[in-house]
């Protein structure tokens, strides 16, 4: 079947984001296609409209408050010393969104599958090193300063998760006193009968 | 936790869209406010370029050949008298794809979860009736014209599409000598243990 070809252009921009399918992308295309001129201004002002966006020149999360940094890191009540690593920003809301967590973070974004710590990742850490080596000493905890107290890498659980994390963690164990990654159990609601060994076993070790 | 303005207005956007919840459409707005300025550019044409697209008069498939209805409509070796009524333009390239069905179509539209039949969808059934009215007899049927010889509905087999369904035979059953439905059974591939008992049913009623 002959795709027209403005909807095979459409599709293949739309199907290199993330989370958006070959199927899903001509889908959308024919759906714009159809809802007329209007719709596509608005959208296309949509995307226009996150030009406005900056990016937290220490943790790389977009943002658009005032100054360089997000609301995150400009927030003096947050632990600088604990530094949770995310892929994305997405992540970033759910953790913040629970209220439990009030360290700080560092967006590496998306992990691909085909290789591990890309250039501009690398970059990232190095960056969080060099801002872990200014962090005075704690006399609460103490610390002698120049390393966080924790550093949890919380990528997926996947198995590509996992090869990262790894790297994530060699890069940086001299910069922090602990490394740590997110518990593996079965998920709230969740059905013991439909977990794989691997999520059983983490739960069987994080029983409470 | 507060997602930057431009952000949320982009996703309040295109959540709105088929098949794009409303994390994903915030996970597209960081993605695109991260790939910088080429990127969104990029965006914004593939979806300015939509509007070269034409609709088919008959059909109402959306396509850019010359003239007004599409490539399946102006087909002279397509069934005309045969008719498959569908949702949406990636159902009518499923079903071309595999390439069994020789008659033409009607898209329909979105079947809406809230209402039966909207007044637009009404309209292009309105437009196929009086299509089918001029139907020539066909000698090798034995038809007396007029009508069509089978009308397959091939909505989804939701309870939603089921209703539609039954609303969409009864506004046609004066136009065609035959109303159909696509066959409900097991899909290839599929397990017996997880499908449920219509599927389970439709499956042993249609055991070949």
Redesign the interface.
């Known amino acids: ?7 095979r ?2 599709a ?3 199907s290199k ?4 399918g070959p ?2 992308a ?9 809802s007329g ?1 209007g719709a ?1 201004a ?3 002002k ?8 900056k ?1 937290c020149t220490r943790c790389f999360y ?3 408050t005032k100054g360089e940094l997000c ?1 995150i890191c400009s927030d003096s009540s947050r632990d600088q010393s604990t530094v949770a690593i995310i892929e ?3 992540d ?2 759910s953790l ?2 629970i209220g439990k967590f009030k360290g700080v973070y560092l967006v590496i ?1 998306d992990i691909r599958k085909k290789s591990i710590l890309e250039p501009g990742q690398k970059l990232r850490l190095q960056s969080l090193k060099a801002r872990l080596k200014e962090l005075p000493p704690s006399t609460s905890s103490g610390q002698s300063g120049g390393k966080a107290k924790e550093i949890i890498i919380a990528v997926n659980p996947t198995s590509v998760g996992n090869i990262n994390a790894a790297a994530i963690a060699d890069e940086l164990k001299g910069s922090t006193e602990k490394i740590t990654r997110l518990g593996i159990g079965i998920p709230s609601g969740g059905e013991i009968e439909f977990a794989d060994a691997e999520t059983l076993g983490g739960a069987m070790e994080r029983r409470t």
Chains 1, 2 share one sequence.
């Open positions: 079947m002959r795709i027209p070809e403005s909807i252009k459409f293949d921009f739309f984001l993330p989370g958006i199927r899903q001509i889908r959308l295309g024919f759906y714009l296609a159809e001129e596509r608005e959208a296309e949509a995307i226009e409209s996150l030009a406005d966006i990016i977009v943002h658009d609301e994305k920003e997405t970033l809301m913040e969104n974004g």
